[in-house]
Structures are given as C-alpha cells and as structure tokens.
C-alpha cells in the first residue's frame, strides 16, 4: 500500500509540473487536463488509506 501511494504522489507531482508547463506555453485546455488528473490521483491517493469504518469494530 505505501508503494501505491508513493507512486500516486509521484504522479501528482508529475501532472502539476505538466500542468505549470502547459499553462506557460499557452496552453491552457492541456493545462486543465493535467490538473484534473492531479486532483484524480490525489482523490486516489486520500481512498487508499483504511477506512473510518474498518477501523472501528462493531460491539456484538
């Protein structure tokens, strides 16, 4: 799990440096593709951790 997430961080390091590079060629609709699949890893990255309810056990 730790792999994942470190290639998820990875990646979003690599579409914000994508997304910088696009808007200052101009290019801005490459630019907004880029910062959509940032904020997609990112979404990935923060649902790969445990989750609320499979820490906490039922009483039963």
Known sequence: MA???AHL???I???EAQAQQS???G???GA???I???LDAERRMAGSGPQVLQ???PRG
Do not use: C, E, P
Request: charged fraction near 35%.
């Open 36 to 38: 959509l699949a940032a």
């Open 9 to 11: 961080k990875d990646a």
């Open 55 to 57: 820490v906490i056990k």
């Open 23 to 25: 808007a200052q060629q």
């Open 32 to 34: 907004a593709r880029s």
């Open 13 to 15: 390091q690599a579409h």
């Open 3 to 5: 792999d994942r997430r």
């Open 27 to 29: 290019d801005l609709a």
